[in-house]
């Protein structure tokens, strides 16, 4: 029987986290070390980035890890506080969950992979009904573009729900 999803991630963080001790801050030799670790392990691990977060995608699982501060778009620990919230309000459909995993003294957060990432060109919110929109401006969460979301079960699900004021 397959293990989950978040079982996988944390096998897969021991390898993760044994490269981005050397390499934490040079996103030139963590995409090297990703190819390799993809040709010996006959994988096919994408290493992606945004302004303030390194991602690690898998078939199906996500790993991010913080590298910056910008307290503009928040991190990882923003989107775990926002996911708490709208799971208290019957809103959690809307976002991808996230975990947070520590290991040998660092943090990672595990998310299941969702596909259709800008499928479209539209921003999330031109996908929402008026009540899922009430509750993400109530919140204040931006930056809601066509690459923080995507599909699962024909539903709107967000990847990137950090930002928020």
Not at 83 to 111: N, P, S, V
Not at 127 to 144: C, G, P, S, T, V
Request: hydrophobic letters at 35%.
């Amino acid at each position: 029987m397959r293990s989950d999803y978040i079982t996988r991630a944390k096998k897969f963080i021991p390898a993760l986290d044994e490269m981005l001790s050397d390499n934490f801050k040079n996103k030139y030799l963590i995409q090297q070390y990703i190819r390799a670790y993809n040709y010996t392990h006959r994988r096919n691990v994408i290493f992606s980035h945004g302004l303030t977060r390194y991602v690690f995608i898998t078939s199906d699982y996500v790993i991010k890890v913080d590298y910056s501060i910008d307290y503009n778009f928040g991190n990882c620990a923003d989107e775990c506080e926002i996911y708490e919230m709208a799971k208290q309000d019957g809103m959690e459909y809307l976002f991808a969950e996230i975990t947070e995993y520590k290991y040998c003294g660092h943090t990672y957060y595990i998310m299941p992979r969702i596909h259709g990432i800008g499928r479209t060109d539209n921003d999330a919110y031109d996908w929402m009904n008026a009540q899922e929109l009430d509750w993400i401006r109530e919140h204040n969460i931006f930056d809601l573009h066509s690459l923080n979301y995507g599909w699962r079960n024909k539903h709107i699900c967000l990847i990137d729900y950090a930002a928020h004021d």
